[in-house]
């Protein structure tokens, strides 16, 4: 049984930068996919980016450019670095796990963290 664990959220003024980090335990016996989403209050759950397995990497247009998601797998623990964030990037962010392809919708993700709330102040 895969956990997730995010941290590193935090207050920021636009055009600043924060970098998330999603700690996992349990261990994984076959390809897989962890990604990032977020929540704005009201809003549905959005994707951000992902990594599988293999080390492919996929972003939301919206993100593409600015931020950057990498794994350290010594560490267990996956990345999102945020640069040039915008007030718009307000919201919980949440780290998920998957067995299998990459998927972008919220489905299919069998493990999610605790998320961490990330605001930009304009």
């Known amino acids: 049984q895969v956990q997730l664990v995010e941290s590193g959220g935090g207050l920021v003024q636009a055009g600043g930068s924060l970098r998330l980090s999603c700690a996992s335990s349990?261990?994984?016996?076959?390809?897989?996919?962890m990604g990032w989403f977020r929540q704005a209050p009201g809003k549905e759950r959005d994707f951000v980016a992902a990594?599988?397995?293999?080390?492919?990497?996929y972003y939301a247009d919206s993100v593409k450019g600015r931020f950057t998601i990498s794994r350290d797998n010594a560490k267990n623990t996956m990345y999102l670095q945020m640069n040039s964030l915008k007030p718009d990037d307000t919201a919980v962010y949440y780290c998920?796990?998957?067995?299998?392809?990459?998927?972008?919708?919220?489905?299919?993700?069998?493990?999610w963290g605790q998320g961490t709330q990330v605001t930009v102040s304009s």
């Open positions: 990594i599988t397995w293999s080390g492919g990497t």
């Open positions: 998920a796990f998957k067995y299998g392809a990459y998927y972008s919708t919220p489905q299919g993700y069998t493990t």
């Open positions: 349990g261990r994984t016996f076959s390809s897989y996919t």
